[in-house]
């Protein structure tokens, strides 16, 4: 299976800042990423497809990059509501894995 | 409004069985791929399984195959997963998620999801 390791596992920031999170598959996976976010007791939410695909009423000041094995989720200038966990997940391969997860939380 | 609901889940002794559905409203459920996603605590997310629009093609994760069984009433709205045999590993928050993407390029998101039911296996 493609193991997909994110990091940090968890980040401490305050409202304003720009964060970076990090994914990285155990294989090439093109561009086959895709970034989620879950706040507790919420459903998960996609943000971004294909690497770099914004969704649809996502904020723009979500973006991501990245491809082969390396990828990255920014948020350039963290809100209040950003404050949750944010995973990666692989499409490339069956079956389709994610990381364990980033706990963005406020300083 | 796009919604999924979960029900079924509860305690469970080790060996028992469960049975999950999710109810789906606000998009045509009979076109698409639907799935079951799972976090145990304090762990990651991890597919469990997916099912073909028709039920034709059912694909599982290995640690549930043979055990967990996926399936679907179009005409209900509603999607199930059976699980057998069940294992103090399996207690996590299951979700249903629409699985759909890109076909152009192969890449395939979970979008959008319900908030998940618990099952917890334990004597």
């Known amino acids: 299976d493609i193991q997909m390791t994110q990091s940090p596992s968890s980040l401490s920031a305050s409202p304003g800042d720009r964060v970076t999170i990090s994914c990285r598959a155990s294989q090439i996976i093109n561009r086959h990423l895709n970034w989620y976010q879950h706040k507790p007791g919420e459903a998960p939410k996609l943000l971004i497809s294909a690497a770099s695909g914004l969704q649809t009423g996502v904020p723009s000041r979500f973006s991501g990059s990245g491809s082969g094995t390396d990828f990255s989720l920014t948020i350039s200038s963290l809100q209040l509501e950003d404050f949750a966990t944010y995973f990666c997940?692989?499409?490339?391969?069956?079956?389709?894995?994610f990381g364990q997860g980033t706990k963005l939380e406020i300083k | 409004e796009v919604e999924l609901v979960e029900s079924g889940g509860g305690l469970v002794q080790p060996g028992g069985s469960l049975r999950l559905s999710c109810a789906v409203a606000g998009f045509t459920f009979s076109s698409y791929w639907m799935s079951w996603v799972r976090q145990a605590p304090g762990k990651g997310l991890e597919w469990v399984a997916n099912?073909?629009?028709?039920?034709?093609?059912?694909e599982y994760v290995d640690s549930v195959k043979g055990r967990f069984t996926i399936s679907r009433d179009n005409a209900k709205n509603s999607l199930y997963l059976q699980m057998n045999n069940l294992r103090a590993e399996d207690t996590a928050l299951y979700y249903c998620?629409?699985?759909?993407?890109?076909?152009?390029?192969?890449?395939?998101?979970?979008?959008?999801w319900g908030r998940g039911t618990l099952v917890t296996v334990s004597s």
């Open positions: 099912i073909k629009q028709d039920g034709s093609e059912k």
């Open positions: 997940q692989q499409s490339y391969y069956t079956p389709f894995t």
């Open positions: 998620a629409r699985f759909h993407g890109d076909y152009e390029i192969g890449n395939w998101y979970f979008d959008p």
